[in-house]
């Protein structure tokens, strides 16, 4: 069994399963966790949250650590999928749509939109309040599994 969890859920999973040691590896701001279990199967996780933050947690909850990371780690990448509707210029709505390693909160979904129209000459001179003002924009993320539903959802859909 390989089982994806929260961050939050790390050490509380890996004393559940047996687990005193696991694996950390940091790439682009990302860290991935692993840990396998002596009865099988693996635990993991993927977060943003800095290293040192990561390392303390698992400290405190007597979990050792070292570096490392799963031969698999580059055939499989977990995907949250953010998306902003909102009021365009245009007779129709706009819709903005991102991919991340990891799971975004809204308000940095909704700073890494406004940074993108900025950069891009689309929106010149309005602070994020101002545009969250006039745009009234909805975030909707969709975590791996959430996407995974919707995918088996239409299992049975002609192509």
Known sequence: MDLRIPLSSFVAACARHNIPHVYLHTEMGETELVGWSPSGGSI?????????EIEQMLTQGKIEFSEGRSAEAGAHH???????????????????VDALPHEPRTGDVLERFHRELTEDGEMVGLTLAEFLNLARPTVVVLSPEEQSRFAASHENDAP
Do not use: E, I, Q
């Open 44 to 52: 993991l996780s993927t977060s943003a949250t800095p290293r040192a």
């Open 78 to 96: 977990p995907m949250w999928v953010a998306a902003v509707a909102y009021r365009s210029r245009d007779d129709a709505p706009g819709l903005w």
